[in-house]
């Protein structure tokens, strides 16, 4: 267990419905990350959180909106779906050293199927 | 512009025998962080070692090691007496500072790493 959670594990959705992904960091961790990994793109980066706030943008869509609660935990919401949204969503976190333990801990990820 | 390279799609060493996965970055920044990290055919992403870059000496983690060779801008995965469990995909990333957002964190493409029997 890397400490960090993610819920749920799989989805499966149809076309045009909304989906919201969940993750709570490692203990202490401030910052959340979110990334998508799809077979034909490799790791994207999607966003960055910090103790609340936005701390950066990658290659976001905009039916894709994600927010941190002041309980650190932080919720990706996808909407409109699309076949090509299916992918590997990941979670991560990190502390404010890089020489915590494990720098940037990786949830297990949530699977998504949009048919 | 391409900022972690990762130049070999796919990878295959025999069992107990050592294997170097290649790594490439580029950055401008003098403090930067190198990470390798494996991701099964399960899914989750594993922190296997890390590299600051002011650090002198390599980065050793068990049978990991990381060739970092600073000016060449290379961080190279070393994985000595391979096993079975070492199939797996192998992403190099790394954090710099960004002058907006306080740090960005890139990946590379990954390597596949087949280990025969």
């Known amino acids: 267990d890397s400490g960090v959670t993610q819920t749920p594990k799989h989805l499966i959705t149809a076309t045009g419905q909304r989906v919201t992904l969940r993750c709570s960091p490692r203990?202490?961790?401030?910052?959340v990350y979110w990334y998508q990994q799809s077979l034909d793109q490799g790791l994207q980066f999607l966003i960055q959180y910090y103790n609340g706030e936005e701390r950066a943008k990658g290659n976001i869509l905009e039916r894709f909106s994600a927010q941190q609660f002041p309980d650190l935990h932080s919720e990706l919401n996808l909407s409109s779906l699309e076949l090509g949204d299916s992918a590997l969503y990941f979670c991560?976190?990190?502390?404010?050293?890089?020489?915590?333990?494990?720098?940037?801990?990786f949830g297990s990820g949530t699977r998504l199927t949009v048919v | 512009a391409q900022k972690i390279t990762q130049t070999q799609p796919g990878m295959f060493v025999q069992e107990k025998e050592a294997v170097t996965l290649d790594c490439t970055y580029d950055?401008?920044?003098?403090?930067?962080?190198l990470f390798w990290y494996k991701q099964p055919s399960s899914g989750e992403m594993i922190f296997l070692i890390y590299q600051g870059s002011y650090d002198e000496q390599n980065a050793t983690e068990g049978r990991y090691s990381l060739n970092f060779q600073k000016a060449r801008k290379s961080a190279n995965l070393v994985i000595s007496a391979s096993q079975l469990g070492d199939s797996a995909m192998y992403f190099c990333a790394m954090r710099e500072p960004d002058p907006y957002y306080g740090q960005n964190f890139v990946f590379g493409p990954g390597t596949r790493l087949s280990v025969l029997p």
């Open positions: 203990s202490g961790d401030l910052s």
């Open positions: 991560a976190s990190s502390g404010e050293s890089e020489r915590r333990l494990n720098g940037y801990t």
């Open positions: 950055t401008s920044d003098q403090s930067y962080g």
